[in-house]
């Protein structure tokens, strides 16, 4: 009895074999070498806003809040000043350094904690 929990355990707790799932919905044209020219295609990332959370600063990039060092489609967060973002990605195998800038204005906060 003992033996047979043992193994159970076992079983239980052995990691689960990952299975690649097909998408239905996927076209039948649809094949890798399409997936790779669409992730190869052109990087467009938009500030949306910045803001200053004590000391940290944060932007908010195509709807995703990021923070120096963190990764966006790609894309590194180099540095994030008062009005703009800058970003590093891989560009035909070259690093391309890229500053972003605040798409709208009004949408820069110097403290994020005022006016809520």
Do not use: C
């Amino acid at each position: 009895m003992l033996n047979k929990l043992i193994v159970l355990l076992m079983l239980l707790s052995s990691p689960v074999v990952a299975q690649t799932l097909e998408d239905p919905t996927r076209p039948s044209h649809f094949s890798s070498s399409t997936q790779q020219a669409v992730s190869g295609a052109k990087l467009v990332l938009e500030v949306e806003a910045i803001m200053r959370v004590g000391q940290q600063r944060r932007a908010v990039i195509n709807g995703k809040v990021v923070s120096e060092g963190q990764s966006i489609q790609g894309a590194t967060v180099k540095a994030i000043h008062p009005y703009s973002v800058d970003i590093v990605h891989e560009l035909n195998g070259e690093w391309v350094e890229k500053t972003l800038w605040v798409a709208k204005s009004g949408n820069v906060k110097s403290n994020a904690a005022e006016n809520y």
